[in-house]
């Protein structure tokens, strides 16, 4: 996991309570690392090199599994499971998983549908190729996550404004380590795809997916920024519907070479057809996972750390609650179910960043909290935090959980409790 993670707490948590004995491979400083007496400092940046440290270190010290924690590492542990001989993702999957463009080469190339779609250096004259575009259509970071530098445009005057805007984000990047990649200097151009945004979290194992649950996203998302609000599950979609999402996942995990272990996959949905935006070898981001527990009764964490054990963790899905414990097989997770009760709803929000400027604080959290059907309400920033909306920002201040009976009342406590959250910013003025 790199140093930066926000998925470590609930991971190392779940290792915890099923008494796993755990080695942190993380891009401490060798320096730090020896004082602090931290075993496996890895250069993450370098993934044959971070591949080998922990390939050395698999020789002293047997491993049996390993659990990329971000993104970012999912090359690396899908590198050294090969060489270690552990059930691993494909590394060209990991890869692809990451880099929009190498993932969209992959699913066309297996007949999944895609919009049109084409990758460009930023040195490129970008008022010829703004008249070469069929519009609307959107511009991306080939490499960047989070919504961050996703940027619609309606109008040849609408994409060099955008190209520009996403070239001073490539550039600027004072935040990440210069990365090798050239794809980390490109912008991706797809065709804008109408439609209902759905996410869906799931486990693959051994090249079957397993869906533990399928989101819809109330809000429309129709750009020119794209923030993640409101995920609820389960999906209002009809059933015939979500079928066709669970399909093309499926589809499209076995096409890019996913096969073990945690997928996240972004659709849309339009008139029926489900249509990928993006496909993930990673868990939800963020807190979010919290949701999954809610209907789950054991946290996501701790089923990708089973997954990764070999351990059974088939008959998991966020709507196996409403079977009898007995159906759900003798792996340890039949505890947690109670025969018979129905999973209800829930949902989370990302609480969206409106405007930019030094995070001070958020007035109205008490009254967010006691808003019936709200779980929890957490801020994750801290006071004095730089907050910058998208498409140049990254993250969200916090996040509301909620439960209820009903994903369309979920959906209203949720934007209740956020009708009584006030945030407050001290703006910077530029000099
Ligand atoms: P990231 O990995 O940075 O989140 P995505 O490719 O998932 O980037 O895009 C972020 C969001 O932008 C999506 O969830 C979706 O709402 C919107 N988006 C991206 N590509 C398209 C597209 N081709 N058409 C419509 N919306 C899109």
Redesign the pocket.
């Known amino acids: 996991m790199p140093t930066t993670t926000y998925r470590a707490h609930p991971f190392l948590e779940a290792a915890r309570r099923m008494n796993l004995e755990v080695v942190v491979g993380s891009d401490f400083c060798k320096v730090l690392a020896e004082e602090w007496d931290v075993p496996l400092s890895l250069r993450l940046r370098y993934v044959s090199q971070a591949v080998d440290e922990i390939v050395d270190y698999a020789r002293e010290h047997p491993l049996d599994a390993i659990v990329p924690v971000d993104d970012y590492t999912t090359e690396i542990a899908a590198r050294a499971c090969k060489v270690l001989g552990l059930p691993h993702n494909s590394p060209e999957a990991a890869i692809a998983a990451r880099n929009?463009y190498r993932m969209r080469e992959m699913l066309s190339a297996a007949g999944i549908w895609c919009?049109c779609f084409a990758r460009f250096d930023l040195s490129l004259p970008v008022e010829e190729i703004a008249l070469e575009q069929r519009y609307p259509c959107?511009l991306?970071p080939v490499l960047?996550?989070?919504?961050?530098?996703?940027i619609?445009a309606d109008s040849p005057d609408g994409f060099i404004e955008a190209f520009r805007r996403i070239g001073r984000i490539l550039e600027s990047a004072s935040d990440r380590p210069p990365s090798l990649d050239p794809d980390a200097h490109r912008i991706m151009v797809?065709?804008?795809?109408?439609g209902r945004?759905v996410a869906l979290e799931g486990l693959l194992n051994d090249g079957r997916l397993c869906v533990l649950a399928l989101f819809d996203k109330p809000d429309l998302?129709e750009?020119p920024f794209?923030e993640?609000t409101i995920y609820v599950t389960p999906s209002r979609l009809p059933k015939e519907t979500q079928e066709a999402v669970s399909d093309t996942v499926q589809r499209a995990s076995t096409a890019v070479g996913l096969t073990e272990g945690p997928v996240h996959a972004?659709l849309?949905v339009h008139h029926g057809e489900a249509r990928i935006?993006?496909i993930a070898g990673r868990s939800i981001g963020g807190l979010c996972s919290r949701v999954l527990e809610y209907g789950l009764g054991v946290s996501l964490e701790e089923l990708i750390l089973r997954h990764a054990l070999g351990q059974d963790v088939d008959g998991v899905d966020r709507n196996a609650q409403g079977r009898s414990g007995a159906d759900r097989g003798t792996d340890g997770l039949d505890r947690q179910v109670e025969a018979g009760k129905n999973p209800g709803a829930a949902g989370v929000m990302m609480l969206p960043v409106p405007e930019g400027g030094l995070f001070q604080g958020y007035d109205g959290v008490e009254e967010a909290k006691k808003t019936p059907g709200v779980e929890d309400v957490v801020v994750t920033a801290k006071e004095g935090d730089m907050l910058t909306p998208l498409p140049e920002g990254a993250g969200y201040p916090g996040f509301i959980f909620a439960k209820g009976d009903e994903p369309g009342q979920v959906e209203q406590v949720l934007r209740k409790a956020h009708g009584r959250l006030q945030m407050r910013v001290k703006t910077v003025l530029a000099t």
């Open positions: 929009k919009p959107v991306k960047l996550s989070g919504s961050r530098g996703v619609r797809e065709s804008y795809m109408p945004e998302l750009g794209f993640e972004e849309r935006i993006e």
